[in-house]
């Protein structure tokens, strides 16, 4: 199985600042079509996890552009380039490059 | 608009089983695979399984194997799952999510709590 591990896992953020979270993979999640399967979600509380980006970098529908993916191979970053109130949550990264499906441990952010 | 609407929280003692269900609307059920995950309390998240509802197959995690099925009704455009020989650490929130790659699409959740 393909380990995905996050860092932090807490992450305190005063509003208006950027934040980061660091993804990396045991196995390259490169696939051979060029694109990495990992994708970011955000969970605020009460809610179920939504998309925010797919293969490393592509926001999903109706996702704010402050929200940014990079990375590739084995090493992915989430940046949020200014961090507001809704933003607070649990930000997991996830491999679909293969089965059994596996996500990071989970980054709970929230405002200082 | 793409929707899951699970089926509602379920308690059931250990050794019992469950059948929690997800319809979907808003999009082509044929054309999306669906996956089941589930998120113990204050844990992360968990993949289940797989279903292709073209055809009915099926991919499941190891550590669920033998006790955990997916099935697929194309008439409705839901997706069901069970999950048999219940145990307190079964307790969890279930949660079904479109697409083999992207899990672009979730649903609400469902609550499954195991408890004598």
């Known amino acids: 199985d393909i380990v995905m591990t996050q860092s932090p896992l807490s992450l305190p953020v005063t509003p208006g600042e950027p934040a980061s979270i660091s993804c990396k993979s045991s196995q390259s999640l490169l696939h051979s079509n060029g694109f990495d399967y990992l994708n970011w979600y955000l969970q605020k509380p009460g809610q179920s996890p939504q998309l925010l980006i797919y293969f490393g970098s592509h926001r999903a529908t109706g996702v704010p552009d402050k929200f940014s993916g990079s990375g590739s191979g084995t090493d992915f970053t989430l940046k949020i380039s200014r961090v507001e109130a809704e933003d607070v949550g649990l930000y997991y990264c996830?491999?679909?490059?293969?089965?059994?499906?596996?996500f990071g441990q989970g980054t709970r952010l929230d405002i200082k | 608009q793409e929707q899951l609407v699970q089926s509602g929280p379920e308690v059931r003692k250990p050794g019992a089983s469950v059948k929690i269900s997800c319809k979907t609307s808003g999009f082509d059920f044929t054309n999306f695979y669906m996956n089941w995950v589930r998120q113990a309390p204050g844990q992360g998240l968990e993949w289940l399984g797989i279903i292709n509802p073209n055809d009915g197959a099926t991919t499941y995690s190891q550590k669920l194997q033998g006790r955990f099925s997916i099935t697929s009704d194309t008439s409705t455009s839901t997706v069901f799952m069970e999950l048999v020989s219940l145990r307190p650490e079964d307790t969890a929130i279930y949660y079904c999510?479109?697409?083999?790659?992207?899990?672009?699409?979730w649903g609400q959740g469902t609550l499954v709590t195991v408890s004598s």
């Open positions: 996830m491999q679909g490059l293969q089965t059994p499906i596996t």
């Open positions: 999510a479109r697409d083999r790659e992207l899990l672009d699409y």
